[in-house]
């Protein structure tokens, strides 16, 4: 069709951003050549494995037992440092949170935004399965439960809080919901987050979800009509078909404004044409059941919204779970609707990705919503599995629709690929999308630079060359790629770490070879901590100019240019010669050909300033300026004392016009300080404010004193804002090796071969890695740019899980008891039981103290010797059963006593301190100590320093309230918990309660002052 709403952009969503784990796929790459290769990622296990993972041998010889499951690789690995969690916090969380954290980071970087740097309200709607391992792995262990709090697992387990903990965590303040309509979770997720971004509720939106089966200790047995397979393969649309089987994965989008997404130069992998939405309601035979028309209505809602014919929709991804109830009822109702607009037959292809990775429960949909887009961008239609012949109930043959079991084409007459995606959930809410391929991309404009500077950053060292090597094969596999653009997405689409590396390069593969040989002229790497970095603009004489300086600037950087041609113009109108001429013409040499004192000045003045202006647009905003000669007049009208035009008039033009201008002059104090070349210190606002002072200013000579002056602090960056580096070679002997400085020059020498392109960008990379803050986004403003999908972060994965524990008492607990001959006449003799248990319990002292050791161990090695004797007495009745097991002794600690649960066994093993910036120091003996170990055990490090901060280490503000009472135990004291928060390392924390116990034994009282009753005192 070709009308003009088809063409419109408006109403539609583009999806920018695609991130997934499935089984038997790591990544989107895997997930797209398993679905092109036929790869049915459902693992089969054997009586063996069965065996091993604890399943009853006798449920393994029922022959409805499924031993079957498409299972995910690592969902027990996370980068918990990377997110600042506590390795007690990692383990204790789901790993469906943990894991759809690390997507959602990975899928925005893939987008190329950063909600550092992007002003728009980025929104997250997600779903996430009931919590397995909340339910088998932390509630079957009661010490652990007793010892975390049933709160904190809530917090770090339950469905509500997936969408609202990546808002957290990365800082996005759109709308942040929760969507659970189990099935169709993440394509609910999907609408409402289109409905979000049409409304202007949000600018961007991340739309996804995640369903992990993290146990296969179940008994799972195929029951005739019921959803699950009888032998693990789902046979969508099949004659054969009896039901699908569990999966586990994720998936999650970031979406996008259509026309938005266009014009900002976003990659765009499909477009959303129109969602819809609805629930079956109770015309139908049960809650669980599917309805034709329910689904009918849904379906014909998407298209309607998406204005589209349906005869152009040439593939639909299924919800296809392959029952032989739900089969018939999705196909009848896609016919219902189509066959309102068409009679035309078999022309649109049926798939279902269940058929490959099983059902992904509350992210089923969004995964045949990922693959349609994969299949759409590789303009390929990869197979639906185990079809052979069509289920009896379903007419293909004249309907619109077939089964594509093959690799093929994608192929349309002249019009979009176009495809919907369906997802039905367990109650009847149903979602229908309609796609559409991507419109042609933008494309991006020739730099004008002829270098290119490409940062980034990291968490760890470790982690900066990981992301240098990933960096290096996507350069090899993508050398047609556009280098302008890599650096464009690499600085407005990532976060900034401390640990950095700039590149300065002039193609792909220039690239790829400078991060392989780690060039000192080109490549820089520093570790930098966070803090306040001062900039220095300093300004040199005209003894440093040359002919055609700033000649290349002039040309690449517009606002150089703007600010030139202002100050050209304003020195024509004065002097009637046009500094153009002289400037931007000749090869560069020094001085140039017929220069008189008042041009050389003329022309370092132009450079300096419109330099400046060009790092001030970057909004790399100086805080002190030093100016040697004409760069004092640079210093004094960035700083605000004169106007542009005095300041051109006072320092180039001849006597006669310095005379006429004085009568006008308008001064201002300094809004920026900077040195005086009279006095050779800060320029004070009395002499500002002076015209006497600039008449004299040509006759100053203490630059060099002032310049010393300029350098006289730690943590500055010194940017020489002219031509040369003189300035930089006599800073360097002033500063003699200060690590907390670094002097860099903007602008290349006469003698020097670098161009002005690469000494620019060489200065402001040096600029970042030292920790300066500069708007990217503003340095590319004058070019047309492009997001591109690059590596993303390289996550540095450790393994943070709690085992399954005992299911309790309850699983174990008997099923008859008998204490008498009478007994047995009562149950029957003929009975047939497995197991027979005798149950021994040592009532031990509470009052003994565990800690004081001789007493305790006499009791405990008598126990030991009694198991002993029970064993050898076992011996003697080996008649009555050869199998007699004796286990070992149990102990079940006092109350929450943590050292005890950690002695005994318990599942929260602690892991090495991790990498801070903080230097480790000894904790002190008493008070520091008693503390320490509060937070080794709730944050599950081995050691914590007296100076590390609580919250770097992953703390928050539950654990700390919690830590909080456990110290107003020990000590007796009671604390603001105000305070607590206030006061975040050991060495503090100890100081404060110190402070409280002198003052509540000064007062004979509980609490330090009227200060301290108020709520929150714990």
Known sequence: MDNNYESSSLGS??????????????????????????????????????????????????????????????????????????????????????????????????????????????????????????????????????????????????????????????????????????????????????????????????????????????????????????????????????????????????????????????????????????????????????????????????????????????????????????????????????????????????????????????????????????????????????????????????????????????????????????????????VHAILEEAPASRPSQKSLREWQLVSFSAKTAAALEKMSNNLISYCDKNSGSDLADIAFTLHVGRRKFNHRRMVLCRDVNELASQLRSQGQEAVYSRFKKPGELEVVFMFPGEASAYANMGSELYKTEAVF??????????????????????????????????????????????????????????????????????????????????????????????????????????????????????????????????????????????????????????????????????????????????????VINAMPGCDDDRGEGFCLLRAIGRLWLEGGAVNWNKLYAGETRSRIPLPTYPFERQRYWIEEGNRGEAADKPDAFIASSEDINSIGAGSKYSEGTITLTFRLDKDVDPLNGEEQRDRLEGILKFKEKLTELCEDFKNICPEIDVSQVGLKACGKDSNALEGLGSKLKKRPRPELETPYVPVADGIEKTIADHWQQVLGFDKVGRHDDFFELGGHSLLAAAIATELSKDFNVQIPLRKLFETTTVAGVAQLIEAYRWADEAAGESAAGEDDIERGTI
């Open 561 to 742: 240019r703007q600010a030139a041609d202002e100050c050209c113009d304003i020195f024509m109108t004065l002097s009637g010669i046009d500094m153009r001429k002289l400037l931007y013409t000749s090869a560069r040499q020094a001085y140039g050909s017929g220069w008189d004192g008042e041009t050389r000045r003329t022309a370092v003045f132009v450079t300096e300033y419109a330099l400046s202006r060009l790092w001030m647009e970057w909004e790399v905003k100086p805080d002190y300026l030093v100016g040697e000669g004409v760069g004092e007049y640079v210093a004094a009208c960035l700083a605000g004392v004169m106007s542009l035009e005095d300041a051109i008039a006072l320092s180039c033009c001849k006597p006669a016009v310095v005379h006429d201008r004085l009568g006008s002059l308008k001064l201002n104090a300094p809004e920026i300080p900077f040195v005086s070349n009279i006095t050779g210190t800060w320029i004070t606002d009395s002499d500002a404010l002076s015209s006497g002072y600039w008449i004299r200013q040509s006759e100053g000579s203490e630059f060099m004193k002032g310049f010393g002056e300029a350098l006289n602090s730690s943590h500055r960056m010194l940017v020489e804002m002219g031509p040369g580096c003189r300035l930089c070679g006599e800073a360097e002997k002033l500063l003699m090796q200060d690590e907390g400085q670094c």
């Open 13 to 430: 969503v583009a999806i920018i951003g695609m991130n997934g784990r499935f089984p038997g796929a790591a990544d989107m790459d895997e997930f797209w050549q398993n679905l092109c290769n036929g790869v049915e990622s459902v693992r089969f296990f054997t009586r063996d494995e069965l065996e091993k993972m604890g399943i009853d041998k006798h449920l393994l010889d029922n022959p409805r037992f499924v031993a079957a499951d498409a299972i995910l690789d690592g969902m027990d690995q996370f980068d918990a440092s990377f997110f600042d969690f506590s390795a007690r916090e990692a383990e204790i969380m789901d790993p469906q949170h943990r894991l759809f954290l690390e997507s959602a980071w990975e899928v925005m970087e893939s987008a190329g935004y950063s909600s550092e740097l992007y002003d728009g309200r980025i929104a997250v709607y997600a779903g996430a399965n009931l919590s397995g391992y909340m339910i088998r792995n932390l509630y079957s262990n009661p010490g652990l439960v007793e010892n975390v709090g049933t709160f904190k697992i809530m917090i770090d387990n339950s469905q509500d809080f997936l969408a609202t903990r990546v808002s957290y965590k990365m800082n996005l303040m759109g709308p942040s919901v929760n969507v659970n309509t189990l099935c169709s979770s993440s394509m609910v997720a999907l609408h409402f987050a289109c409905q979000s971004l049409l409304n202007y509720a949000c600018d961007l939106a991340l739309a996804g979800g995640v369903s992990f089966q993290i146990s296969r200790n179940e008994a799972f047995f195929y029951q005739e009509g019921g959803i699950g397979s009888a032998d693990g393969h789902c046979r969508a649309f099949d004659s054969k078909a009896n039901g699908t089987v569990s999966g586990s994965g994720l998936a999650v989008v970031v979406l996008k404004r259509l026309e938005d997404a266009i014009a900002d130069g976003d990659y765009i992998h499909a477009v959303i044409r129109g969602t819809g939405v609805n629930n079956d309601g109770s015309s139908k035979n049960s809650f669980t059941a599917p309805n034709v028309d329910g689904q009918a209505e849904c379906i014909a809602e998407a298209i309607a919204i998406s204005g589209i014919d349906p005869e152009t929709i040439s593939y639909i991804d299924a919800h296809g779970t392959g029952t032989d109830l739900g089969d018939p009822i999705e196909i009848a109702a896609l016919t219902k609707v189509f066959r309102s607009y068409t009679d035309k037959r078999q022309f649109c292809g049926i798939g279902s990705v269940k058929t490959n990775i099983g059902h992904l429960v509350t992210a089923g949909g969004m995964a045949s919503l990922v693959k349609t887009v994969l299949s759409m961008k590789h303009g390929m239609l990869p197979p639906s599995l185990n079809f052979e012949e069509p289920n009896k109930k379903i007419d293909f043959a004249n309907s619109p629709f077939y089964i594509n079991n093959m690799l093929k084409k994608w192929e349309t007459d002249g019009v979009p690929l176009r495809a919907g995606v369906s997802s039905f959930g367990i109650g009847g809410t149903n």
